[in-house]
């Protein structure tokens, strides 16, 4: 039977910085001036109310500090909400951790690995910590090291191993206890296009076995690929909801044309929203008030006398010619022109006015 | 409480302990047993101590291989696995309550102590060995006193491993371990301390005191000692207190 995940209002307000974002791994640094200075607040998570359905992959999408990490973390019990709910199944994280903890299998985003163990030691002794039976977890932890292609290291101490070995081996521990719901937080950070399509593969497999699956990713490519429903959440609160091609339709025209220009004018702007095919048309010095760090850029831009359009389109390429003969008419020096297909990058450049690479 | 998971921490730990076995033996041995040599045959043999030294040294030595085995074996890892490497979180995510884990941890490093002072004390009386006089005039107190202060060791080095930071390691046993060690009445007994009032008030505060002075008593009762009641409820009241601290503590790194 498959888990579903559900959080209500959930919000979370460090007192301190936030710790390092890895999840299922969170340890709050011991602050010993913690005391002395006044303590800094700091949201993280604002209000995200979520559903994941039983059985479904489900990914969260955002930029760095968005709130992905410490939305896993309050799943997994390793983060105390500061107001709202989290379920897993029909048991409320926070009072029933043991139960959920059963439920769950959590691959962390900086490896956890217990260095005091061998690879194979590892997964046998979480199996234990499962009270899963002796012979059954020694055929596991067979099974999933010869899946993951660890089985020539499996005696061998985890302090060596490179990154991609140790991010497996996190995975098949994860599994060991045949989770419910199996939670992976950027789980291809750091990997190689082998590993990556290997990971993917298994993840889909996992899937296949009626699990359900809530990943965290800011690469666009992995989620689309991955995930049959999305959240794209920024400065702690949802943003967008859906699968991926529903968020993509979602793109007034589909086309991102990023346009740069020497001067321009509100003419030039005008005269652009009335091309064909033209459904939106936003100059950067309005689209990105929202945040700080887009209105350093744009005083940069301007110091420089650049300005920055963004038009969404249902056409792509066949707009150029037009585009040139406008700014040509209206006195503006085309610069720079860029134009991206239908992503889920635009929309995230569309709700927030920035990249999710800043 | 889940037994199987709680069972299941406990055989990692033992596990870890028997392939560190080595280690463990001379980290925790060596210097203790260089001490006994040192202070109890080369100082009494050449007669700058009187013979009953020997005597009163043995008890001490077997507080402090017992106390800084238990605070080592639990604080240390703890130090790192919450902070540096986060190899604690495999264990946070097991189907048990939180707390359970810090009592693991105390469960284990007690064990570990106690089978330190079960090694050094046949060690210890071997290089001593003529002329130390231990008795076992009453075990049942012994084995109390033992207890006591392995849990003391265990619950201080959750409390200390919880709350210092891996960069403060250096300090903690400059500011924490060293006076503790030198103050413990571990080289001499209490009632030396007599011709330093003041300073025989203080150290009453150090739990290491009680674990010598109760070694002592139960050991070698005809040596000066505090009375064992007053030791056995100090040890008490510092074995509470420490667990008390210690998983506060533990609990408030473990969830953020």
């Given at each position: 039977m498959a888990v579903g995940v559900r959080t209500q209002d959930l919000r979370k307000v460090y007192q301190s910085s936030p710790p390092l974002g890895a999840a299922g791994g969170f340890i709050a640094r011991g602050d010993a001036k913690g005391g002395k200075q006044p303590k800094a607040e700091v949201p993280a998570l604002n209000g995200l109310s979520l559903e994941v359905f039983p059985g479904e992959i489900f990914g969260l999408l955002?930029?760095?500090?968005?709130?992905k990490s410490t939305t896993v973390g309050v799943l997994t019990t390793r983060v105390r909400p500061t107001s709202g709910q989290a379920w897993i199944g029909g048991h409320d994280v926070w009072k029933e951790q043991a139960q959920v903890k059963r439920l769950i299998g959590v691959v962390p985003q900086r490896p956890n690995l217990d260095f005091s163990l061998t690879a194979r030691e590892i997964l046998v002794f979480h199996a234990a910590y499962f009270g899963i039976a002796s012979k059954v977890r020694n055929d596991r932890a067979d099974a999933l090291l010869e899946k993951f292609k660890l089985t020539e290291r499996?005696?061998?101490?985890?302090?060596?191993?490179s990154g991609g070995m140790m991010q497996r081996l996190s995975i098949a521990r994860a599994m060991m206890h045949d989770p419910e719901v199996l939670f992976l937080d950027e789980p291809s950070a750091g990997l190689d296009p082998q590993t990556r399509i290997l990971l993917w593969e298994i993840i889909r497999e996992y899937h296949q076995a009626g699990k359900t699956v809530l990943l965290t990713t800011h690469n666009m490519e992995e989620a689309d690929a991955l995930c049959q429903r999305l959240a794209i959440i920024d400065h702690g609160h949802g943003i967008a909801l859906g699968t991926p091609a529903e968020l993509k339709a979602s793109i007034p025209g589909g086309y991102l044309l990023r346009l740069r220009f020497g001067n321009q004018s509100a003419d030039l702007l005008q005269r652009l929203q009335a091309l064909a095919g033209v459904r939106e048309v936003r100059s950067l010095d309005s689209a990105a008030k929202g945040t700080a760090e887009s209105s350093a850029q744009n005083a940069t831009k301007s110091e420089q006398n650049h300005a920055g359009v963004d038009v969404y389109a249902d056409r792509g390429g066949s707009l150029i010619p037009e585009i040139a003969n406008l700014a040509a008419q209206t006195g503006a020096e085309l610069s720079d022109v860029h134009i991206s297909e239908p992503s889920l990058e635009n929309l995230f450049l569309h709700h927030t006015g920035r990249s999710l690479r800043d | 409480m889940n037994w199987k998971t709680f069972g299941a921490m406990l055989a990692r730990d033992a596990h870890v302990a028997r392939r560190n076995a080595i280690q463990l033996f001379l980290q925790t041995f060596l210097q203790p047993l260089l001490f006994v040599f040192v202070f109890g045959r080369v100082m009494v043999g050449s007669g700058y101590m009187p013979a009953m030294y020997k005597s009163l040294l043995l008890p001490g030595i077997i507080a402090i291989s017992m106390v800084f085995t238990g605070i080592w074996a639990v604080a240390m890892p703890l130090i790192s696995e919450f902070q540096f490497t986060r190899e604690i979180e495999d264990r946070l995510l097991a189907p048990i309550g939180v707390r359970w884990i810090a009592i693991e941890k105390v469960i284990a490093g007690m064990l570990q102590a106690l089978v330190a002072g079960l090694i050094v004390i046949p060690m210890a009386w071997l290089v001593l060995r003529p002329g130390v006089d231990i008795s076992m005039h009453a075990p049942l107190t012994f084995v109390a006193v033992i207890v006591l202060v392995a849990t003391f060791s265990a619950c201080g080095g959750l409390a200390l491993g919880c709350s210092i930071n891996q960069q403060h390691i250096g300090l903690m046993f400059g500011m924490v371990i060293t006076p503790m060690i030198f103050f413990g009445c571990t080289y001499y007994p209490w009632s030396a301390l007599k011709t330093f009032p003041i300073l025989q008030k203080v150290v009453?505060?150090?739990p290491l005191v009680y674990a010598s002075e109760g070694m002592r008593a139960t050991l070698v009762p005809q040596s000066p000692h505090l009375s064992i009641i007053a030791v056995l409820v100090a040890l008490l009241f510092f074995d509470a207190l420490l667990l008390l601290v210690g998983l506060r503590q533990f609990e408030k790194k473990a969830v953020s």
């Amino acid at each position: 039977m498959a888990v579903g995940v559900r959080t209500q209002d959930l919000r979370k307000v460090y007192q301190s910085s936030p710790p390092l974002g890895a999840a299922g791994g969170f340890i709050a640094r011991g602050d010993a001036k913690g005391g002395k200075q006044p303590k800094a607040e700091v949201p993280a998570l604002n209000g995200l109310s979520l559903e994941v359905f039983p059985g479904e992959i489900f990914g969260l999408l955002g930029p760095n500090g968005a709130g992905k990490s410490t939305t896993v973390g309050v799943l997994t019990t390793r983060v105390r909400p500061t107001s709202g709910q989290a379920w897993i199944g029909g048991h409320d994280v926070w009072k029933e951790q043991a139960q959920v903890k059963r439920l769950i299998g959590v691959v962390p985003q900086r490896p956890n690995l217990d260095f005091s163990l061998t690879a194979r030691e590892i997964l046998v002794f979480h199996a234990a910590y499962f009270g899963i039976a002796s012979k059954v977890r020694n055929d596991r932890a067979d099974a999933l090291l010869e899946k993951f292609k660890l089985t020539e290291r499996a005696h061998q101490m985890t302090r060596g191993f490179s990154g991609g070995m140790m991010q497996r081996l996190s995975i098949a521990r994860a599994m060991m206890h045949d989770p419910e719901v199996l939670f992976l937080d950027e789980p291809s950070a750091g990997l190689d296009p082998q590993t990556r399509i290997l990971l993917w593969e298994i993840i889909r497999e996992y899937h296949q076995a009626g699990k359900t699956v809530l990943l965290t990713t800011h690469n666009m490519e992995e989620a689309d690929a991955l995930c049959q429903r999305l959240a794209i959440i920024d400065h702690g609160h949802g943003i967008a909801l859906g699968t991926p091609a529903e968020l993509k339709a979602s793109i007034p025209g589909g086309y991102l044309l990023r346009l740069r220009f020497g001067n321009q004018s509100a003419d030039l702007l005008q005269r652009l929203q009335a091309l064909a095919g033209v459904r939106e048309v936003r100059s950067l010095d309005s689209a990105a008030k929202g945040t700080a760090e887009s209105s350093a850029q744009n005083a940069t831009k301007s110091e420089q006398n650049h300005a920055g359009v963004d038009v969404y389109a249902d056409r792509g390429g066949s707009l150029i010619p037009e585009i040139a003969n406008l700014a040509a008419q209206t006195g503006a020096e085309l610069s720079d022109v860029h134009i991206s297909e239908p992503s889920l990058e635009n929309l995230f450049l569309h709700h927030t006015g920035r990249s999710l690479r800043d | 409480m889940n037994w199987k998971t709680f069972g299941a921490m406990l055989a990692r730990d033992a596990h870890v302990a028997r392939r560190n076995a080595i280690q463990l033996f001379l980290q925790t041995f060596l210097q203790p047993l260089l001490f006994v040599f040192v202070f109890g045959r080369v100082m009494v043999g050449s007669g700058y101590m009187p013979a009953m030294y020997k005597s009163l040294l043995l008890p001490g030595i077997i507080a402090i291989s017992m106390v800084f085995t238990g605070i080592w074996a639990v604080a240390m890892p703890l130090i790192s696995e919450f902070q540096f490497t986060r190899e604690i979180e495999d264990r946070l995510l097991a189907p048990i309550g939180v707390r359970w884990i810090a009592i693991e941890k105390v469960i284990a490093g007690m064990l570990q102590a106690l089978v330190a002072g079960l090694i050094v004390i046949p060690m210890a009386w071997l290089v001593l060995r003529p002329g130390v006089d231990i008795s076992m005039h009453a075990p049942l107190t012994f084995v109390a006193v033992i207890v006591l202060v392995a849990t003391f060791s265990a619950c201080g080095g959750l409390a200390l491993g919880c709350s210092i930071n891996q960069q403060h390691i250096g300090l903690m046993f400059g500011m924490v371990i060293t006076p503790m060690i030198f103050f413990g009445c571990t080289y001499y007994p209490w009632s030396a301390l007599k011709t330093f009032p003041i300073l025989q008030k203080v150290v009453l505060i150090n739990p290491l005191v009680y674990a010598s002075e109760g070694m002592r008593a139960t050991l070698v009762p005809q040596s000066p000692h505090l009375s064992i009641i007053a030791v056995l409820v100090a040890l008490l009241f510092f074995d509470a207190l420490l667990l008390l601290v210690g998983l506060r503590q533990f609990e408030k790194k473990a969830v953020s």
